[in-house]
């Protein structure tokens, strides 16, 4: 038995062989496509770590006969390329599999380029970036870009009975016998990482005591050798932004139980920072001023989870949750800035009324006082109608109230009367 991990024993040597990924290698995949025809681009694969990545490079060219060849961006050096190249111009056609393109150097990718151009190395890259952002433009624009998703538990669990059932490269020579729950919790556990799940029940076969010439695993088993499921939490990959992004989506839309699966995927990463960030932007973004008091009792969770830190920093984290998830929804005050700050950006701005300058120049409060600058406070409501935008943007409205709470209602009459007020005096 070769000391090959079982998951890369398990790679599969043509692409009719790949369990899901069904949008790029089912029939009418492109990349089923490029291969029938053989006539093969370079592309990129991103997604999550034990998606199979490594497995659809190697069953491409174990599915058109080309060579195939694996470097590392990072440990791999120019060199190291040069032969493959020299290789590729004595066969014709070398497909190159680069791990972590993401930080492939200007030197290597400007050695590589003239040979992605002429056809001689078709370049796979395999990344858990986005190479939208990660990736330098001069290799994507040569690279077809395609996105792999994690593996179904379902998917997850037929490379586990392939694997039992396979005598040349698989576990069949040992004769496992792996309980329904023991099977369950590999499938489920390993959150769609393939690898992750192979590996494990390879340990667990492996370790465990023969009786009678059977191997077999139980639920414990399974437990001890995958002991915390293959959560995904990379801080650098899309992965935690999406997880963000739904957190905060589901606060959004008033539903409770998502906003607190969300919150309990980032505290399981313990990434109490970002929790705290984006708990506070909720806060003023999605509640706003449908609910004042939000924000305050918000940074009052936010500073109690810190003191108290994990575990028990889950409870009041919690709490703010389900009490935004709860509350009234306005996001009156993040679109009447950015409404505001698009005019600015626009250039349209205008010259501030003379009555409203500074007076720290000599003769400008004199001037404020003798073209009608009066002082609100000097009322007795507080209030007096006057201009204060430019002239050209004097009717601009940039603020638009909503009516999903008393608190905005309230806001919204008194911001009535004082605009109605305004265009009165404006006339």
């Known amino acids: 038995m070769t000391n090959e991990p079982l998951a890369a024993r398990m790679r599969p040597e043509n692409i009719d062989e790949i369990i899901s990924q069904q949008h790029l290698v089912g029939p009418t995949g492109i990349i089923r496509r490029m291969v029938d025809t053989k006539r093969l681009s370079s592309m990129i694969f991103y997604g999550p770590p034990g998606i199979g990545k490594t497995s659809i490079a190697k069953a491409i060219a174990g599915s058109t006969q080309y060579k195939f060849r694996q470097l590392n961006a990072v440990s791999n050096t120019k060199k190291d390329m040069q032969l493959i190249v020299e290789e590729a111009k004595m066969s014709g056609q070398v497909i190159l599999l680069l791990d972590e393109i993401h930080r492939l150097d200007k030197t290597k990718q400007d050695f590589l380029l003239p040979h992605l151009e002429n056809g001689k190395i078709v370049l796979i890259g395999a990344t858990t970036s986005n190479p939208y952002h990660a990736i330098n ?10 996105e792999l998703y994690p593996l179904t538990d379902e998917d997850v669990n037929l490379a586990l009975k392939r694997a039992l059932e396979d005598d040349k490269r698989g576990l069949k020579s040992y004769n496992a016998q792996v309980d329904d729950d023991a099977m369950e919790y590999f499938s489920t556990q390993s959150q769609g990482d393939v690898r992750s799940a192979l590996n494990a029940l390879e340990l667990a076969v492996l370790s465990s005591k023969v009786d009678e010439d059977v191997r077999h695993i139980t639920l414990q088993d399974a437990k001890d050798c995958l002991q915390r499921g293959a959560f995904l939490s990379d801080k650098d ?13 589901s606060i959004r839309g008033s539903d409770v139980n998502a906003a607190l699966h969300y919150l309990a995927r980032l505290i399981e990463a313990g990434d109490l920072p970002t929790i705290a960030r984006r708990l506070l932007v909720i806060s003023f973004e999605d509640i706003g001023l449908a609910s004042p008091n939000a924000g305050q009792r918000t940074l009052a969770a936010i500073d109690a989870a810190e003191r108290l830190g994990f575990p028990e920093a889950r409870i009041p984290l919690s709490q703010a949750v389900i009490e935004l998830c709860l509350s009234p929804k306005s996001n009156s005050a993040i679109s009447s800035i950015d409404n505001a700050l698009s005019d600015i950006r626009k250039g349209n701005v205008g010259q501030i009324p003379d009555h409203l300058k500074d007076g720290h120049y000599a003769g400008a409060k004199e001037l404020g006082r003798a073209i009608g600058y009066q002082y609100p406070h000097s009322h007795e409501s ?8 430019p002239d050209k943007l004097k009717n601009k409205i940039y603020y638009e109230p909503k009516t999903t709470s008393k608190s905005e209602q309230q806001f919204k009459s008194i ?6 007020a305004q265009q009165q005096n404006s006339k």
């Open 237 to 249: 990959g899309d992965m935690h932004y999406d997880v963000m992004s739904a957190f905060q989506k």
């Open 137 to 146: 433009p001069a290799i994507r624009s040569r690279a077809q870009i395609f």
């Open 415 to 420: 911001y009535e009367n004082i605009t109605k």
């Open 382 to 389: 507080g209030f007096i109608a006057q201009q204060y935008l």
